[in-house]
Each structure stands twice: as structure tokens, then as C-alpha cells.
């Protein structure tokens, strides 16, 4: 079974449009990290946040983290259509080594013009 | 710098044959990862490397095998293929600082008929 469950599963909103998508997770973390993947292409890398920070921004993505609640938000501001792709969060567990990432099954995004 | 690369990028093989597939990490980086991505299954970790020794391995059968090279270049192999193995194999490498994201690659798409 997979450590985050992400919610929703999918997405459709406009350009312009905020969207948010949770993910929550079961068991103690050192870091929350967030990938998006285009198309069934490699990951890219958006934003890590760690066990002991709270909130982080990078452009238009903010992150959020309640480790009380297990469970983060990743908010993207003014979408764009470039921001149509699958967002996947992945955790780091204080358990395991730091190479072994623990994926959600995703929210696919879709921005329309 | 350059970033992470897979050869091949795309295999198609025969139920019972084996295959290795390449991963060559972003210079400077010693931690190797690969993740298995299949539409029912998500993203699923299969094992880390790290300075040459397997420091973490997932859920996957023995017929799946890697390691690294001291130029911590990174290879796979599944014997015995099966149909269920068709998926987007993703190798990432990550600084060897502890608490960082990973940097993944393009992937090798490989099809088991």
C-alpha cells in the first residue's frame, strides 16, 4: 500500500484559477517532498519541505505541512495550461533511508486556455 | 551540469527473457534510486544504492536486481520477464547531503509482449 493517498485524483480548472490538491500520509516523516510528471515522462522536482517547517513558497507553488494531521497541500497560484501534468507527493520516512521515496497516487491537473 | 540519464529509452521484450537497463546520475551525486511507475500499481520503489552497496530495497521479487559501479553509475536487471513488469522504470540520484530532493531521469519505457 502506498504511504500518501492524495486527494482529489483529478482536476480541471481554468487559467488564472488557483488549484489545490492534499495528500496525507500515515507515519512519521523527515521531509514532504512534491513532483510533478508531464505525460508519463521522469519527475520533476517542485518543493521539500521538512518535518519541522510549517509552510514554504517557490513562485507560484505554496506548501503546506501539518505533521499533527499527516497531511500537506501544494496550492499553485494563476494556473497556466503549462501546469497541465500529474502532481505526485512522496515522502521521506524517519524510518528508512533517505533515497526511498514513498509516492500518492496523484492528481492529474488539467488547465484549459 | 547534466542530469540524470536512462539507456534505453524505450524495450520491448519477450515474456522469459531479461533485460538490464543503465542509469548514469547527475555528476557528484552517489545515491542512486529506482522507482517502478505502472497505471495500477503508481510509483513503486524498487531499491537505493548508495557509494556501491544497496542500502534500501522495496517490495519486488528476487527477479529484480541491481547495482552500482564506482563511478556510481547505476544498472537494473529483471530476469525472467513477465508481462506484469511492462511499466516506466525511473532512476534518480540525489547530493549526498542527507535531507535533499532527487533529480530523476526520463525513464526507460519497457513493453513485455
Known amino acids: 500500500s502506498q504511504q500518501g493517498e492524495e486527494d482529489p485524483q483529478a482536476l480541471s480548472i481554468q487559467e488564472g484559477e488557483n488549484a489545490t490538491m492534499n495528500c496525507s500520509y500515515k507515519t512519521s516523516i523527515n521531509n514532504l517532498q512534491w513532483y510533478r510528471q508531464n505525460s508519463g515522462r521522469g519527475l520533476v522536482h517542485l518543493i521539500l519541505?521538512?518535518?519541522?517547517?510549517r509552510e514554504k513558497h517557490s513562485g507560484r507553488l505554496r506548501v503546506t505541512l501539518d505533521t499533527s494531521k499527516k497531511s500537506s497541500s501544494l496550492l499553485i497560484t494563476a494556473s497556466r495550461a503549462a501546469d497541465t501534468a500529474s502532481y505526485f507527493c512522496a515522502t521521506v520516512l524517519t524510518t528508512d533511508s533517505w533515497g526511498k521515496l514513498q509516492f500518492g497516487a496523484g492528481t492529474q491537473v488539467v488547465v484549459t486556455p | 551540469k547534466a542530469g540524470v540519464t536512462q539507456t534505453p529509452r524505450y524495450l520491448i521484450k519477450t515474456r522469459g527473457q531479461q533485460v538490464t537497463l543503465s542509469c548514469s546520475p547527475i555528476?557528484?551525486?552517489?545515491?542512486v534510486s529506482w522507482y517502478q511507475q505502472t497505471p495500477g500499481q503508481g510509483l513503486q520503489f524498487l531499491f537505493e544504492y548508495f557509494s556501491e552497496t544497496q542500502r534500501n530495497k522495496g517490495n519486488f521479487p528476487g527477479r529484480f536486481s541491481g547495482r552500482q559501479f564506482s563511478n556510481s553509475r547505476s544498472e537494473m536487471n529483471v530476469s525472467t520477464l513477465e508481462l506484469g513488469d511492462s511499466a516506466l522504470y525511473l532512476c534518480?540520484?540525489?547530493?549526498?547531503?542527507?535531507?535533499?530532493?532527487?533529480?530523476f531521469g526520463p525513464g526507460t519505457r519497457l513493453t513485455v509482449t
Open positions: 555528476s557528484g551525486h552517489r545515491s
Open positions: 534518480a540520484s540525489k547530493p549526498p547531503a542527507s535531507n535533499y530532493e532527487q533529480y
Open positions: 519541505i521538512r518535518s519541522n517547517e
